[in-house]
């Protein structure tokens, strides 16, 4: 069984920095789209895209993380990465990995890491 197992999470200050990771392990393998996307819990937010990145490297950000987060990957480790900078009380979320790869179901998820930004 696929799974994607993400790590780096925690409480930070505005104006700070944090890094998460997500390996995908088991029997994930062709993976193409990487990323993460985020969630206020409560049943009115919605998962909003946060980033993703292309096997390629071709990236896509939300407009709200434009210029402060980065997202990249090591496509010989499986791994995505999140490097969040000049952070904000509105970038407090859990945020969850995502990948597209084989086989069924085809997209996978992880289990969520919070992130917490005081003010």
């Known amino acids: 069984q696929g799974q994607l197992v993400e790590s780096g999470g925690g409480l930070v200050q505005a104006g700070g920095s944090l890094r998460l990771s997500c390996a995908a392990s088991?029997?994930?393998?062709?993976?193409?789209?990487m990323g993460w996307y985020r969630q206020v819990p409560g049943k009115q937010h919605r998962r909003e895209l946060v980033?993703?990145?292309?096997?390629?490297?071709?990236?896509n950000y939300a407009d709200s993380v434009k210029g402060r987060i980065t997202i990249s990957r090591d496509n010989a480790k499986n791994t995505v990465y999140l490097q969040m900078n000049s952070l904000k009380p509105e970038d407090t979320a859990v945020y969850y990995c995502?990948?597209?790869?084989?086989?069924?179901?085809?997209?996978?998820w992880g289990q969520g890491t919070q992130v917490t930004v005081s003010s």
């Open positions: 995502y990948c597209n790869a084989q086989p069924r179901p085809y997209d996978y």
């Open positions: 088991g029997s994930i393998f062709s993976i193409n789209v």
């Open positions: 980033a993703t990145i292309t096997s390629g490297g071709r990236t």
